[in-house]
C-alpha cells in the first residue's frame, strides 16, 4: 500500500535513534511500499526533494500549507522550477483554511490560486487542504484548476456534498487516521458512500496517528491501521482496499511511475 500524503522530513525519530532510514525500512516492513512525502514551504522544499532523491520509493511534493503564515510567499516560476524535478510528482499542499485561520482569508485565496495555476502549467496534480472553505475551495479549483489532472482533497474530514462536487471535478478524496477516531462517525458515513475507485490512504504523519496508536507520534508503518478501517467501511478485504488505493494513487501521480 503507499501512504499518499505524511511528512516524513517532519518525523519524530526518537525511537529510530534519529535515523530516517530507520523509519523507512519500518514503514515497508508494515506492508507501506511507497511514500509520498507532502511539502509545507518553500524553506524546507530542498529538504523534501532531498529526502525523495535519497530513496527510490519515496516521492516529493512542494507547496505552502495555508496555515503557514509566515512562509515566504509562493511565487509561480519558482514553483513550477521544482515541478520539474524527477521526484516532484504533485504541487501542494495547499489551499483554503477558515477553521484555524479565517482573519487571512484574501491571502489564502491568492496563495491557492498560484498553486492551482502551478499545478495546471507544470501538468502536476495539487494536494489541497481545506476546512470550513467549502465554497471557496470549489470557487478556486472551477476557476483554476486544470480538471484532467485534477488533485486530491486529502485528510478529508467535509460532507459528501463537498465530496461529490470536487468528485465531479475529477478530484479523489484521501483519508486519514482520524477515520478510526470514535468522534468521526459522520466521516465514516462519508467514507461509505465514495466510490473505491476515488479513495486514497494517508498518515498524515506525524500527526493524527490512528487508533491503537492514537497519542503517539504518527509514521507511515500506522497506514495499515487506516487501510483496516477504510477497508471495513468499504466491505472489502484489506489486501483489496490496498490494490485499489495504489492504483488511484498511479492514476492520480503518474509521474510516480517514471
Do not use: W
Not at 90 to 105: C, P, Q, V
Not at 138 to 163: N, P
Amino acid at each position: 500500500m503507499i501512504d499518499s500524503h505524511c511528512h516524513i522530513d517532519r518525523l519524530k525519530l526518537d525511537t529510530y535513534d534519529g535515523d530516517l532510514d530507520k523509519a523507512v525500512a519500518a514503514a515497508k516492513e508494515a506492508g507501506v511500499d511507497k511514500i509520498l512525502c507532502v511539502g509545507i514551504d518553500l524553506e524546507h522544499a530542498d529538504q523534501v526533494v532531498g529526502i525523495a532523491e535519497k530513496y527510490q520509493d519515496v516521492f516529493a511534493s512542494v507547496g505552502i500549507h495555508p496555515l503557514e503564515k509566515d512562509a515566504a510567499e509562493p511565487d509561480l516560476e519558482t514553483l513550477l522550477k521544482y515541478a520539474k524535478h524527477e521526484k516532484v510528482v504533485a504541487i501542494g499542499e495547499s489551499g483554503l483554511d477558515y477553521y484555524y485561520s479565517a482573519d487571512n482569508k484574501e491571502v489564502q485565496r491568492e496563495r491557492f490560486r498560484i498553486h492551482l495555476q502551478a499545478a495546471a502549467q507544470s501538468q502536476l496534480p495539487i494536494i489541497v487542504h481545506t476546512r470550513d472553505a467549502r465554497e471557496d475551495t470549489l470557487d478556486l479549483i472551477r476557476q483554476h484548476g486544470d480538471l484532467d489532472r485534477a488533485g486530491v482533497l486529502h485528510c478529508f474530514t467535509e460532507s459528501l456534498e463537498m465530496a461529490q462536487a470536487v468528485m465531479e471535478m475529477n478530484y479523489m478524496i484521501s483519508i486519514s487516521g482520524i477515520v478510526t477516531f470514535r468522534n468521526a462517525s459522520e466521516l465514516r458515513e462519508v467514507v461509505k458512500n465514495i466510490p473505491l475507485d476515488r479513495l486514497l490512504i494517508e498518515t498524515d504523519s506525524p500527526y493524527l496517528a490512528p487508533v491503537p496508536n492514537r497519542g503517539k507520534p504518527n509514521e507511515p508503518k500506522y497506514l495499515p491501521d487506516v487501510a483496516r478501517c477504510v477497508a471495513g467501511l468499504k466491505g472489502v478485504t484489506v489486501a483489496e482496499l490496498a490494490e485499489a488505493t495504489t492504483a488511484n494513487f498511479y492514476r492520480l501521480f503518474p509521474k510516480a511511475l517514471r
